[in-house]
Each structure stands twice: as C-alpha cells, then as structure tokens.
C-alpha cells in the first residue's frame, strides 16, 4: 500500500506517567472514528531506548510504527507512550518535534501511585530477591514502608533517583513537576494539557471530551468509555518466576518491535507469543493482598513529593487538595526543599540504559 511509503508525525503525545491511566486512555483513542495510532503496539521504544536511535528516525520511527499513515490522512495521529518521562527522553523527543504538537500528561496522587507502582513492578521482577522476600513475610504495606525507606533515608540512592530513573520508577515516575520542566523548554504551557486520573476515572467521558476539544477532534458516540486497562491486580507465583516472566517479556519485545520478526516469521513468532501467554497465566495469580499504605509510610511520602505537587498546582493554576493532598500548611517545608535540591536532573549525556 502507497502509505507505507509515507508516515508523518503524531500531532499529540500522551507522554505519561506511569499506572496513571495511559494504558485506558490509550483503549479509549484507537475507538475514535478521528484519532490514529501507531501500528502494532501501544508505546514504541525509539525515544526510550538509545541503541534504536542507530536505525534513523525516517527508517524505524515513520516506517516502523507511522508508516501506514499518509500525509494528508485527515485524522489526528497520536501516540500515548508513558516512558517518555525516563531519562533522555526529553532531549530527543524537543529536538524532533514541533513545537505546536499536542502533549498530555496524566497524573494521579503520587504516594498512591508509588504504591501501585511498588505492587506492580514486585510481580513482575524488577525487585530484588531479598524485597521480595521481605514482601512475602510481612505483607505489602510494611514491606513498602521498608523499600521506601531503604532507598529515601539513603543520601547516595535519594541522589540517583532522577539520574537513574529505569532503576526507581516508583519514585522517578511521581516526580511530575520535575519531569514537565523538560518539556516545558521547548513546548509552551498552551501546548499541554494536564489529566488527574482521580478526575478521569471519576467522569471518563467528561475528561476525554475536554481531550478531544485539546488535540482537535469531535466527540465520537460509539466511544466505550467502561474500559479499565493495566490495572495490576496479579502478583508472580514466585520471585524466579517474575524473573522468568520478565525475561520472556523482554523476548517478547525483542521479537515483536525491534526485529519485527512477526513480518519476517509470522508462525514462529506466533508460538513464540502462544508460549509467552501461555506462562504468563501460569506465572501470575490473582493478588490476595489488599493491604492498604500504612500512615506512617503516607505522610512520610506526602513530605517527600510535597514540592512536586506544589509544582503541579502552580502549572495547573489551582489547588490540589481535594483530590491528592494539602502541601500549603504541610510540615514538610523544610524536607520537601532539601529533597528538591538533590533532584537535580541531567539534561545532556544522559543514557536510557545508564538507568538499567
């Protein structure tokens, strides 16, 4: 097909954060009769991981995922991708995109999403054998009241935190305001729309109208807003069996977007995919857990984000309190400023890999 010779940018960008809602969102958009995503997959790597950067943009980015889109295709071309806040990101994507492209942040409470972010990323490996273990024998909430802080009351690892944002997502990725400011050096604040998942799993109809009228679309009435994607209520039979897990997720990725091997060996591919669903079900089970965050551990993180969150509110021009937490009268002035200082982000010579 003549398209495939073509691609074109994508007009908007839902650039995060994580088990904020990208994942609905992202269902919600490829329903709409206007709106065109990228081709196969949900969030491509180019931006995310540097070694792709080798390929060229005109080969793997327009040809690879935008390819199938002609130019004067009049639907709204978009991409949701909640990795485009990891370290470096920033520099390529402001380098490569116009000014005017559309971006949409999405956030909830960032101490709720650390927490789901923790339980998320426990059943799926990427924490160690020895949290894991701590996990199993005291439960979700003291274990991450444990995690949380083995890593905060550690000056050396508090340091790493945005430097090293793969290796501790679950505080990297609730540090909202840090991560906008990047953007905002080279998109202008009319350019990006700010979502609070509280609001959007509240009305999501309501919220993604307000999207619609953003990025330039009409309402589409055969929208199914019920969805509920990626919400993460499994945990791993087994610490091995997350590693394993992950691994063949890795694979996965491997195969399907940067060798393409589904174009080259459809049905090796495919039994490839049937054996990698097929241990995913048998490596996670439904989570029994529903403990809830310990006070302790939730003011300690309030205090923690508190200068993030002040700076949402100043972007978003209004206050937060009604549907995360009140920084205004906190104690934790004194805190929230130290940690802010040691936040400092690298702007140049930073690798995506550097964060393994």
Same mark, same amino acid.
């Given at each position: 097909?003549?398209?495939?010779?073509?691609?074109?940018?994508?007009?908007?960008?839902?650039?995060?954060? =994580?088990?904020?809602?990208?994942?609905?969102?992202?269902?919600?958009?490829?329903?709409?009769?206007?709106?065109?995503?990228?081709?196969?997959?949900?969030?491509?790597? !180019?931006?995310?991981?540097?070694?792709?950067?080798?390929?060229? @943009?005109?080969?793997?980015?327009?040809?690879?995922?935008?390819?199938?889109?002609?130019?004067?295709?009049?639907? #709204?071309?978009?991409?949701?991708?909640?990795?485009?806040?990891?370290?470096?990101?920033?520099?390529?994507?402001?380098?490569?995109?116009?000014?005017?492209?559309?971006?949409?942040?999405?956030?909830?409470?960032?101490?709720?999403?650390?927490?789901?972010?923790?339980?998320?990323?426990?059943?799926?490996?990427?924490?160690?054998?020895?949290?894991?273990?701590?996990?199993?024998?005291?439960?979700?909430?003291?274990?991450?009241?444990?995690?949380?802080?083995?890593?905060?009351?550690?000056?050396?690892?508090?340091?790493?935190?945005?430097?090293?944002?793969?290796?501790?997502?679950?505080?990297? =990725?609730?540090?909202?305001?840090?991560?906008?400011?990047?953007?905002?050096?080279?998109?202008?604040?009319?350019?990006?729309?700010?979502?609070?998942?509280?609001?959007?799993?509240?009305?999501?109809?309501?919220?993604?109208?307000?999207?619609?009228?953003?990025?330039?679309?009409?309402?589409?009435?055969?929208?199914? !807003?019920?969805? @509920? /994607?990626?919400?993460?209520?499994?945990?791993?039979?087994?610490?091995?069996?997350?590693?394993?897990?992950?691994?063949?997720?890795?694979?996965?990725?491997?195969?399907?977007?940067?060798?393409?091997?589904?174009?080259?060996?459809?049905?090796?591919?495919? #039994?490839?995919?049937?054996?990698?669903?097929?241990?995913?079900?048998?490596?996670?089970?439904?989570?029994?857990?529903?403990?809830?965050?310990?006070?302790?551990?939730?003011?300690?993180?309030? /205090?923690?984000?508190?200068?993030?969150?002040?700076?949402?509110?100043?972007?978003?021009?209004?206050?937060?309190?009604?549907?995360?937490?009140?920084?205004?009268?906190?104690?934790?002035?004194?805190? %929230?400023?130290?940690? #802010?200082?040691?936040?400092?982000?690298?702007?140049?010579?930073?690798?995506?890999?550097?964060? %393994?």
């Amino acid at each position: 097909m003549e398209q495939k010779e073509s691609g074109r940018n994508p007009e908007f960008l839902c650039m995060g954060f =994580q088990k904020c809602g990208t994942t609905t969102l992202f269902e919600i958009l490829r329903q709409h009769k206007d709106v065109v995503l990228c081709r196969d997959v949900k969030e491509p790597m !180019y931006y995310r991981v540097e070694g792709l950067w080798f390929f060229g @943009r005109k080969w793997y980015y327009k040809k690879r995922y935008y390819g199938h889109i002609a130019k004067d295709d009049p639907r #709204r071309c978009g991409e949701v991708n909640a990795g485009l806040t990891f370290t470096g990101c920033a520099k390529k994507v402001c380098h490569d995109f116009s000014p005017d492209t559309k971006l949409i942040f999405m956030m909830r409470n960032p101490v709720d999403r650390a927490y789901s972010s923790y339980k998320y990323f426990l059943a799926r490996g990427f924490l160690s054998k020895g949290m894991v273990e701590i996990d199993q024998k005291y439960g979700h909430a003291e274990a991450f009241d444990r995690y949380v802080h083995s890593i905060l009351d550690d000056k050396k690892q508090e340091t790493q935190i945005m430097k090293q944002r793969l290796k501790y997502l679950v505080f990297s =990725q609730s540090c909202y305001y840090t991560c906008i400011q990047e953007y905002l050096e080279h998109f202008s604040r009319e350019n990006i729309r700010l979502v609070f998942f509280e609001e959007f799993v509240h009305d999501e109809k309501a919220v993604c109208q307000d999207l619609f009228d953003f990025i330039g679309i009409g309402e589409d009435e055969n929208l199914d !807003y019920s969805i @509920r /994607a990626n919400e993460g209520n499994e945990r791993a039979v087994s610490d091995r069996a997350a590693k394993k897990l992950q691994i063949m997720k890795g694979f996965n990725y491997g195969f399907y977007e940067f060798v393409m091997l589904p174009y080259w060996f459809s049905s090796a591919y495919e #039994r490839f995919k049937r054996f990698y669903l097929r241990k995913r079900k048998e490596y996670l089970v439904p989570e029994g857990d529903k403990s809830v965050m310990l006070p302790k551990t939730r003011k300690y993180l309030e /205090a923690y984000f508190a200068d993030e969150v002040r700076g949402i509110e100043a972007l978003a021009g209004r206050s937060l309190a009604d549907i995360w937490y009140s920084v205004r009268d906190s104690q934790s002035s004194e805190k %929230a400023e130290k940690t #802010r200082k040691t936040r400092k982000t690298t702007k140049t010579g930073c690798r995506p890999e550097d964060a %393994a």
